[in-house]
């Protein structure tokens, strides 16, 4: 078939039309910024401690002595990711021996949070962190959010809201769905050229034209060619496929580093 760009060149590169998608595009994208800005608050780590369960049966001078302490900004606080090891607590504890004075707190044995975490709700009352996020992996203070975000944006520039339809006249199909999107964005002529649907891409050729004030050609796409395509056995693509060539792997990987 002929080059897509040279059938519609007659509509001119910046009109009326070029105009309205562009803009109603972009407008489409601007929740995205939302989206992106909401992890902050959905996502933040709160400061948090190993937790000690309640029924393990320590004093409270031992409960309180439970979490070493580390340095952060010239100051001790407890460690975000380890405890004295619980058995040996509630030994000294059943001794009735006293932390820092009958036991060097230095040289007990410590574990990592076998029991999750206790988190302090000075800023947030709950976030994925606390309450999804830490009941499978370790914290170790740092910014897991981060990681819960990357494979969110991935996704979302991969489907981008598709949804399942069906038009009249042809069989499931897979489009983008939401108001701007279906209701005022027409589909690309060369998406539904590619899916033989060759009347509807001419029909909104022929709006682009008159939304511009331009007299389309009567015969936009050449019949013959048009019966060839129709006889052509649809290729199978797959996810893979994004990253099948330079140009659109670093398209793809730039959407979504943006």
């Known amino acids: ?16 039309f070029q105009r309205l998608i562009f803009f109603l595009l972009s407008a489409s994208i601007i929740p995205n910024g939302f989206n992106g800005l909401s992890v902050v608050f959905l996502a933040g ?22 979490i070493p302490l580390r340095l952060q900004d010239d100051r001790e606080v407890p460690h975000s990711c380890r405890r004295y090891r619980l058995a040996l607590l509630v030994n000294f504890s059943e001794l009735g021996l006293v932390p820092g004075r009958d036991v060097d707190l230095a040289q007990l044995e410590q574990e990592s949070c076998l029991d999750g975490w206790e988190f302090s709700q ?12 830490q009941e499978e992996h370790p914290l170790c203070n740092h910014g897991c959010a981060d990681w819960l975000q990357l494979p969110a944006d991935f996704l979302h520039q991969l489907g981008d809201v598709h949804c399942i339809v069906r038009h009249r006249g042809h069989g499931p199909d897979l489009q983008l769905c939401g108001g701007l ?4 964005i027409p589909e690309s002529p060369q998406w539904l050229i590619f899916q033989r649907r060759f ?28 019966q060839e395509l129709t006889t052509l056995k649809q290729q199978k693509v797959f996810i893979l496929d994004l990253f099948r060539t330079w ?6 990987i730039m959407s979504l580093l943006l």
């Open 122 to 133: 000075d800023v947030y009352h709950s976030t994925i962190v606390t309450e999804v996020w």
């Open 199 to 226: 009347r509807e891409a001419e029909d909104i050729i022929q709006k682009a034209a008159k939304m511009s004030h331009i007299t389309a050609p009567a015969v936009i796409f050449d019949p013959v060619e048009l």
């Open 45 to 66: 780590t709160p400061e948090h401690r190993c937790r000690v369960p309640d029924a393990a049966n320590l004093s409270s001078a031992w409960r309180n002595h439970s």
């Open 247 to 252: 140009n659109i792997a670093i398209i793809k």
């Open 1 to 16: 078939m002929q080059d897509y760009d040279e059938v519609v060149a007659f509509l001119g590169e910046w009109g009326p």
């Open 181 to 184: 999107h279906t209701r005022f």
